[in-house]
Nanobody
Framework: VQLQAFGGGLVQAGGSLRLSCAASGLTFSRYAMGWFRQAPGKEREFVAAISWSGITTYYTDSVKGRFAISRDNVKNTVYLQMNSLKPEDTAVYYC????????????????WGQGTEVTVSS
């Protein structure tokens, strides 16, 4: 199984980025997908998740109204649209796949990508 995240970069506060995560080696449409992030010196934290069908989404409070998770089960790709970025969004962002029915904790996810770095300057 491979999850390859890309799309990170340097952006000014208030700007936007779209992260993508391409999955291979698994039946993508049977997995919930999530995004986590880890800032320097901090633990990895949940950002957003989406059900296998794309109908149900979850967000951590700090990104609600600014970030949007979506998926394309034909392209085996999950996206994270990030708008109104803030310096506190600076982190390495990881995508992950969960086979179970609960998918908001780190331990709920079975597979992890390598991460893509997002830096938001003030």
């Amino acid at each position: 199984v491979q999850l390859q995240a890309f799309g990170g970069g340097l952006v000014q506060a208030g700007g936007s980025l779209r992260l993508s995560c391409a999955a291979s080696g698994l039946t993508f449409s049977r997995y919930a997908m999530g995004w986590f992030r880890q800032a320097p010196g901090k633990e990895r934290e949940f950002v957003a998740a989406i059900s296998w069908s794309g109908i149900t989404t979850y967000y951590t409070d700090s990104v609600k109204g600014r970030f949007a998770i979506s998926r394309d089960n034909v392209k085996n790709t999950v996206y994270l649209q990030m708008n109104s970025l803030k310096p506190e969004d600076t982190a390495v962002y990881y995508c992950a796949a969960a086979s179970g029915s609960y998918y908001r904790g780190r331990s709920d996810f079975d597979y992890w990508g390598q991460g893509t770095e997002v830096t938001v300057s003030s």
